[in-house]
């Protein structure tokens, strides 16, 4: 089964940041919490989470200035505001920050759900991951059930190898880089640098498999200093 989305709710008041983290793990997502601004700042640079849902009143550091230093971090980072300041200029604000959208309190569930669903959507993280996957004229991936031909051959894929490969397929328009895999698809933080040689190693067995020359590859290619792209012709 694919990995669960994973959300981090920013939000000092007890009641609702209980109450929201009770609704997204009904509905399936992975939740992690913090109660003040440089803890939710940390947790979201870390590279962990597919969506933040950020208050913009917080003890320590407000939520417009942590969007701020997300952005400037992660510029494809998904964000949501959650807001009781109901006055345009905060909203203008927020959104020119670079947050996805906002939420006014007070909110209903299943507003909330469905805003976080969009967002999600639009980023392509967690959903409508490719169910088939081609590569040029003789590569077929049905990525479902772990499994592709090239040719007239049968090739077998690992879970985390098709995972490598609808994230990159989600994201072809740009090069991704290993960093980001490994928050993306496994999870792992983004200052485990010692992990990175864990994306070589799965690129390389995915080369061997889709790639007619793997050493001088045309379909899962690096972009030197940026990362791994995936080229769909």
Not at 192 to 218: C, F, G, M, Q, W
Request: proline letters at 5%; aromatic letters at 4%.
């Amino acid at each position: 089964m694919p990995r669960k989305i994973r959300l981090l709710v920013v939000e000092d008041e007890p009641a609702i940041r209980s109450g929201l983290a009770d609704v997204l793990l009904f509905h399936g997502y992975e939740v992690d919490t913090a109660t003040e601004g440089p803890e939710g700042l940390a947790k979201a640079l870390s590279g962990k989470f597919d969506l933040v849902l950020l208050d913009i009143m917080l003890p320590k550091m407000d939520g417009l200035e942590i969007c701020d230093r997300i952005r400037r971090s992660d510029p494809d980072q998904p964000i949501i505001l959650l807001t009781a300041r109901n006055t345009d200029d905060d909203v203008v604000r927020g959104l020119a920050l670079g947050a996805d959208d906002y939420v006014a309190k007070p909110f209903s569930v299943a507003q909330l759900v469905l805003r976080v669903q969009a967002v999600l959507r639009r980023s392509q993280i967690g959903v409508d991951l490719a169910t088939t996957i081609e590569l040029g004229a003789d590569i077929r991936i049905d990525t479902r059930n772990l499994a592709g031909t090239r040719g007239q051959e049968v090739l077998a894929f690992t879970r985390k190898e098709i995972q490598v490969l609808q994230y990159l397929h989600a994201h072809h328009a740009r090069a991704v880089p290993r960093e980001e895999l490994l928050a993306k698809v496994w999870g792992y933080g983004k200052d485990l640098e010692l992990e990175t040689r864990t994306v070589d190693i799965h690129v390389a067995k995915l080369r061997r498999k889709i790639e007619p020359d793997p050493s001088n590859p045309k379909y899962l290619v690096t972009i030197r200093g940026a990362g791994y792209r995936l080229l769909i012709t």
